[in-house]
């Protein structure tokens, strides 16, 4: 058998699929929902990834009973603990669509595109916050990344959920009064963010906060202090998370990589990403800081190369083709789904 590589990264709201050989060479690209594991179920989410597999094998001209490769590199949202990664690895290895497979939380797969060697901190600011590093040893720090209950703050849901706090406070008085309630009110289509509140309670509208995340940031470029704060928080909630990594791995003093990743991070330009450079300099003046400049399947589609030993013209091989595969620019409401 050909050796073939099953790249596979899961954000909370879309799923990517590469179909790689050992050369690098992309043979079947393919994207669908997000459905991670942990908030779906393991089965439904499971399937949802074998039918995304099975479609990249059929693109490929695989038959229906050939394994679609020799390696599965399934880089996950939701996968935030070791024992997470353990259940994952064996129900992914039971469905047979490769000889080996390797699961590890998807912010990994966002530092390997970001870098040649794999080695540095990556934050992903998307749905939801997240950062890993690894260092030249070898060694990981990462977080539980389980939300508020490990200390996480910050992603395009965070930035919803207290846009509506705000605007909600603005309007009965406990607040500061901030543009993000006309905005919000215009949003719902309503004339007081009270009815909108009720009508959530009552279930008779969704909240949705990636679909205000955006909103957060229109406000700030017009001036307004609240929504200005918000964004200064992220700002150094991403400092924080990028530099307490560098300190655990002891890269402050020496020339690393900082990626960032994630529909809040890649979509504002450098509203966010700016300062988080400038603040990141500060204290690490040799760190390189940038956003990552292919989607992080093409890292999980490298660290499965890596796994089978490909050469490294094969890295090349996927970086410099991968524009020929890329989807479509994302949409407006990607500034908080991406993840």
């Keep these: 058998m050909t050796d073939r590589v099953l790249a596979i990264d899961g954000g909370n709201s879309k799923t990517a699929v ?24 393991m089965k439904r989410g499971l399937d ?26 399934a ?20 469905r047979g669509w490769s000889t080996t497979t390797f699961v590890g939380n998807d912010t990994f797969a966002l530092l390997r595109a970001g870098t040649t060697s794999g080695v540095g901190v990556a934050v992903v600011c998307g749905a ?33 959920n207290d846009a509506l706090w705000h605007a909600v406070r603005a309007e009965d008085g406990r607040g500061k009064p901030t543009e993000l309630l006309p905005a919000l009110l215009e949003h719902y289509g309503e004339t007081s963010i009270l009815t909108v509140v009720e009508k959530i309670h ?13 909103l957060v940031f229109e406000v700030a470029a017009r001036g307004d202090a609240v929504a200005l ?7 150094e909630e991403i400092v924080l998370l990028s530099t307490v990594s560098m300190r655990k791995l002891d890269l402050m003093d020496e020339p690393v990589d900082v990626i960032l990743g994630g529909g809040v991070l890649t979509n504002t330009g450098e509203v966010v990403v700016g300062p988080v450079r400038e603040k ?11 956003v990552v400049d292919v989607p992080p399947v093409v890292g999980a589609a490298l660290a499965g190369l ?19 595969h890329q989807p479509a620019a994302a949409s407006a409401l990607d500034v908080a789904a991406s993840g």
Excluded: M
């Design 128 to 160: 939801g916050i997240n950062a890993v590093g690894v260092a030249h040893d070898g060694r990981t720090h990462r977080f539980p990344a389980l939300g508020a209950i490990s200390g996480d703050w910050g992603g395009g849901g965070q930035l919803g």
């Design 202 to 214: 009552f279930e008779e509208i969704a909240l949705d906060p990636h679909a205000l995340c955006p």
């Design 229 to 235: 704060a918000q964004i200064d928080r992220l700002v």
């Design 306 to 324: 890596d796994f089978i030993g490909a050469s490294p013209g094969a890295e090349l091989r996927l970086r410099s083709a991968y524009d020929d």
């Design 48 to 73: 949802v990834f074998e039918g995304l597999a099975r479609e990249a094998a059929a693109q490929a001209g695989l038959s229906p009973d050939e394994p679609i490769a020799a390696h599965t590199a």
């Design 18 to 41: 590469l179909l790689v050989d050992a050369d690098g060479k992309v043979l079947a690209q393919v994207r669908g929902p997000g459905a991670p594991p942990q908030t779906v179920g």
């Design 75 to 94: 880089f996950l949202a939701g996968a935030d603990l070791p024992r997470e990664e353990e259940d994952l690895t064996r129900a992914i290895s039971e």
């Design 280 to 290: 990141v300099l500060e204290v690490a003046p040799l760190a390189q800081v940038r």
